[in-house]
Nanobody
């Protein structure tokens, strides 16, 4: 497995979770990365992206100010800190490698196994 997301769970609205994505990619430290999510019956959407160095980040409008993407290249790990969670954040969250300038999930490969995040109201 090249990418493995973890850290999901059930949380009440207003709560926090921190997702991790452990990467066994040899190119992780040179790869831009992204977090995506997919809710039942909906298309997969971009949540946040980060360039290879961690200098540049980009967020979906719906999570800006609540979520923070970061990375530790020494540990080959990508993170997503999620605060003030809302029921509409409920989805399976995935990490993937791809070009920073694109948010289209079809531009990203490979993909990790997702982790379920459920936010109760």
């Amino acid at each position: 497995v090249q990418l493995q997301a973890s850290g999901g769970g059930l949380v009440q609205a207003g709560g926090s979770l921190r997702l991790s994505c452990a990467a066994s990619l040899r190119t992780f430290s040179r790869s831009a990365m992204g977090w995506f999510r997919q809710a039942p019956g909906k298309e997969r959407e971009s949540v946040a992206r980060i360039d290879w160095s961690g200098t540049y980040t980009s967020y979906a409008g719906s999570v800006k100010g609540r979520f923070t993407i970061s990375r530790d290249n020494a540990e080959n790990t990508l993170y997503l800190q999620m605060n003030n969670l809302k029921p509409e954040d409920t989805a399976v969250y995935y990490c993937a490698a791809g070009p920073y300038k694109y948010s289209d999930p079809r531009r990203y490969d490979p993909w990790g196994r997702g982790t379920q995040v459920t936010v109760s109201s």
